[in-house]
């Protein structure tokens, strides 16, 4: 079976139903630069989405703390990966003046991700935690795109973009630097964000994972999809391309970086 | 009683004929829009043949493949091989010349007449092979996989400071696909068409030899599979030449002539003026002439020699002329307020910032492949085109631009200039290439703005065969003319040379089985 979104648009217009496009479906890393790409703008994200709900992946359950958050207006979502290591998080709250939740929905994230059933009172409290923010910095793309459905009235940005605005961080960047952007986030806003991001690569002069369409490579080492090596994807990343650091902005891609090059490897919140 | 033949002869004199009529294509017997599907017979012998290569059948993977980018030909393979090798394809071609099974290679699926629909038989996918085998920067070759599409190709070689020299504005074009029709961009005055970049190729054959070819090596079979239409075998591996990337410069003139704006262009390419040129249009109202530099010395030069000589106006100037033109017919009001709105859709997207920077586009293959897509795409398709000598140009693309008139209210005219090489002269037999064309041939696509519109495909066919007529009458060729259109073959190129290339097809491919109905 074709793993591409028009390959499983076709299969589906013949006939085909979910379980037939079980390893398709299954292999899909949601990155989600298919949705920027599609000359048709069909929302082929959720597509993936409402198919995995019928053919669900193997979902571990995150540990997530579900009390109450504080009512602060400023919110980080810092997600798995960065919550492991607690002395960064507490370096990127204090570099973004920022609140961090205890319950960051990571175990919601991962229940989409993996399409396993998800209890709708454990997304209620989940939103319900967040009525007096005004701003979520989140760091799970695919997390991100779903509070934006479910907070229209509440600015949702992510880490990177929250980070890479700083004044104090955009400045320690240097044109040796090859920037890794977390690919779910940036295609979810992708028209506003490729500005964004334009704007970095110019004031800084960096190399970056944008392929030529401006599309994020990504490593996928976020990803329940287990389809794709992330160190393959690192590897094609750096390919052809002189760098003296990577810089990242999702935390799980510091590990992957580090396996492939033995240059410094950093997250942004590290600068 | 009904009436007398004669009495309704009369009464419908004043009416045009009936496009539809099975008699209605002037000419020509009415063309069949779908091929006619092989039946399967010894299919399931040949499967089972066939131990070292999958033969995937289920339908859904099959319905993958049931219709091409034009989006009016319909058919279905009895089951799709994803291509892994020179050798897994050499046993699935041996394996269908002795059952006698067609095999159809598909890459991007970019045809527009079914070209690359399987009806019945194997549907060779050749996305599966699409590695970059090499890049030497020394020699500015490379070598890659055919199944490679020319983005994905730009990307790696981009890595290296390298670019392709020219391919088609669209970013799922495969490079075997590529290789076999032509393939135009708007350096193609400079340097060709795309097919004129490959250097050597590895082919299995229609019997399933692998063969390296060149001008050099096996020439005969290199003439014939480049712009062959996949007629005389599967291009595996190509090695094609490449160049040291550069960004580019822009320029936009704008006409209220075709014959105007098409002069220029010729003037601009005899003279080598500029790196790249073509003309896009917004109907016959809005003729916008393309110039563009890989450096600024070129464009200086340019600026010194050239831009005074060129009867194009600025972007103001022409806005204020064309204001005025519609201010006194009101009547066109409408066309008015259509070409204000496509204007200020389609304009940011040439000049997308992340696509800049010091004034310069950097990726030229994207941002004009996403324009394409994004304003002339849609789930159907008609492109007919015409490719003439330089002479004939103007006065065919005339003729085409009427016809347009003729059948949509809205349509582009997309017109280049194809470098000819002298050398290269015996690829082009029976080709898209014109056989009076000398230094330079050049093309038109006609191309109807169907967006979600809903036009029947006899609407659809009997535009395209207005079109090509004109090409029979002008002694043109066409870049599309396989698969639905095949019926105009013997029509342009003539029963002498058909034959013989026939002949040459039925010597290589005795079983017939290799692209069936695509040409022959």
New interface residues.
Partial sequence: ??LTPH?RA???????VAA??RASIASCTLCGACEPAC?EEIPLVDMILALRRSQPLPCESAEVTTQAAAAAENVLLPGEALRQDSERLKRIASLLDIAVAADDGSDISRAIECGAALASSRVSIFISSFKSAKRLVVADGLLLRKLREWLPETRVVSLGEALSTLDAVRARLRATDLYVIEPRAFHADHARL??H??GLI?ARNLKTNL????FAVPTCASSAAKSVDPLDQARWIL???AFERVVVEDAADCAVFARVTDRQVLHLGDL | MPPSPSTSAHSTSSLPPCPVAPDALVGIKRQQTNTSRWRGAGWREFVLSLKDVEVIEDAPTRGTFATDAGGTAYGMPHGVVIARSAAQISALLKAAQAHRVPVTVRGGGLTTQGESIAFGGVLLDMTGMSRVISVDKDRLTARTEAGIFWASLAEHLRRQGMDYLSAPLNLTSSVGGTLGVGGIDVNSARFGCSADQAVALQVVTPTGEIVECSDEVNPELFRRVILGYGQFGVITEATLRIRRYTPIRMRYYYYSSLRTAIEDLQMLDRVEAADYAGILTMMDAAINLLVAFDSGEREAAFDAKWHSRLRGMGETAFAARTFLSYLIRPWRWGEALFLRARKRQLFPEFSRLEHMRDGRMEDRSVVFSRAVWKFWGGRQMVIPDLATSSAKFAETVERGNAVCKQFFPRYTLYCVGIRLREEHRPHYEMSCIPPDAADWAYGCEFEPMIGDDTWSRDHLQSFQNAIYDIGVEMGASYYRFGGMMKGYIRRVFGDELVDRHLAMKCAADPAMILNRDVIF
């Fill in positions: 079976m074709r390959g076709k299969a589906l217009q013949h006939g085909a037939d496009l000359p490729v500005r991001y334009d110019k392929d030529l369409q401006r390919e052809g391309r």
